[in-house]
């Protein structure tokens, strides 16, 4: 594995996209050769008069791979996230990691489904391209409050992913809405494996479906951290072992990325 570093990349672009959310890309080359889809950077965020949280964000990589620069898609809404959004291109900015354990993408696998909200996308992002760049075709059911905060082209990529859209403007996102077009879309193109990250009910509802249908699954889960290595353990959940016994794992260090079947609601 690539060893955990410090270091500081300097900013190539600070973007606004949509509404609330924010595009950061870095000239990392090294860092981003050796990052994997779902895991993040502890971000370390500071205003212009170098003050700011004591604490580093957590932040998912979005944008990662050899030859590219290592991207985040961050949502602006607290101090932290908004010191990292005043970056300018040419800035520095502190990064710890490659952090945590990633997806798995097996050599056998045809096609995956993709369940995501909010900045779920961003984590579930750089698995489209690196499914594609397998040859792994993508279906994936993105989910928003409104059609101006849908990400489609920032989680696409360069892949070839067939994206459907739903929304909370239209009651198109409820449950049982996302239920019918989750079970015709795998009746009609069964998936190897399904994958999820931004919303508890999204995720349950994944959760039971993929058991009923047997379909094996990953989900990214999200939590609050302190130092992101494993150290301090705020970032604990629940999680069912094999033998059904269940385990505190640190999402930092165990995760983020877990089986589907084994985590447990928060």
């Known amino acids: 594995m690539f060893p955990v570093v410090e270091a500081t990349a300097r900013v190539v672009e600070s973007t606004p996209v949509g509404r609330r959310y924010h595009r950061l890309l870095l000239d990392a080359p090294a860092l981003s050769a050796a990052s994997r889809p779902g895991q993040f950077f502890h971000l370390l965020c500071r205003d212009g008069a170098g003050n700011g949280p004591y604490l580093r964000r957590p932040m998912s990589i979005w944008r990662c791979g050899p030859g590219r620069e290592l991207g985040f898609l961050l949502h602006v809404k607290g101090r932290g996230t908004a010191a990292l959004a005043a970056l300018r291109a040419g800035d520095g900015l502190s990064l710890l990691g490659p952090l945590g354990q ?63 859209a739903v929304f909370d403007s239209d009651g198109s996102s409820a449950v049982p809405a996302v239920e019918a077009l989750l079970r015709a879309q795998v009746e009609k193109e069964w998936p190897d494996a399904v994958f999820t990250c931004g919303s508890n009910r999204l995720f349950l509802l994944l959760q039971s479906l993929a058991a009923e249908y047997g379909i094996p699954g990953q989900i990214a889960l999200e939590q609050q951290m302190g130092c992101g290595l494993g150290m301090c353990f705020c970032c604990v959940r629940q999680i069912r072992a094999p033998d059904g016994s269940v385990q505190n794992l640190r999402v930092c260090a165990e995760g983020p990325v877990f089986d589907l079947q084994a985590a447990l609601a928060w």
Do not use: C, K, N
């Not at 096609?111 to 690196?130: M, N």
């Not at 760049?133 to 067939?162: K, T």
């Open 102 to 164: 990633g997806f798995v993408l097996e050599p056998d696998w045809r096609r995956i489904l993709i369940l995501a909200r909010g900045v779920g996308l961003a984590t579930l992002a750089p698995l489209t391209e690196a499914a594609a760049a397998r040859g792994i075709a993508v279906q994936a059911v993105l989910s928003a409050q409104a059609p101006e905060d849908l990400m489609a082209e920032a989680f696409a990529g360069d892949s070839d992913a067939a994206i459907t």
